[in-house]
């Protein structure tokens, strides 16, 4: 069995008893992604954003590049266990304010869907909290239904578009 490598993105915006305000849990968080099984290849600076939905606490983001021979439904699993130790509980209210959250954005073995996991990311191609930080380690890995590479799609998200006539 080979090595996968996966793009990971990264997200907080509550503070954590022992790591701190948000950009600090992302850092323990990275410790977290180079630990066992799991090697941290690269890491993004941190970047704030705003929320999405109702919270209206800034995120910190970034984004991981990591190496497992885990299959993408064992890492998801991985990743959760990660995130519940940080004190994440997954209540079913999507964008409330989290501790910890990781998302797998992209794996070098294309797509991948199962019951839980989509993989490219669903919305990953309309936010700049993750392809910014992503096109800083990444740039170049495509994104493998539309093609174009992670520089390309934050060109496209970034780039004015001319006003409708």
Not at 3 to 13: D, E
Not at 28 to 41: F, I, N
Not at 68 to 90: A, M, N, T, V, Y
Request: glycine residues 8%.
């Amino acid at each position: 069995m080979g090595k996968h490598r996966y793009l990971v993105a990264l997200g907080s915006n509550m503070r954590h008893h022992r790591h701190g305000c948000p950009r600090k849990v992302l850092g323990a968080a990275l410790k977290a992604l180079d630990h066992g099984k799991l090697e941290l290849l690269a890491a993004s600076p941190v970047i704030e954003s705003a929320p999405l939905g109702p919270s209206r606490r800034r995120y910190a983001n970034a984004v991981a590049l990591v190496r497992s021979k885990r299959e993408p439904d064992e890492l998801l699993h991985k990743l959760q266990k990660i995130e519940h130790k940080f004190g994440r509980r997954r209540m079913g209210k999507p964008w409330s304010a989290r501790v910890l959250d990781l998302d797998i954005v992209l794996w070098n073995g294309g797509a991948y869907g199962a019951d839980d996991l989509v993989i490219p990311h669903p919305a990953f191609r309309e936010r700049r909290f993750v392809l910014d930080p992503a096109a800083k380690i990444a740039g170049r890995w495509r994104d493998p239904l539309t093609g174009f590479s992670i520089g390309q799609l934050r060109a496209r998200l970034t780039k004015p578009r001319m006003a409708p006539r």
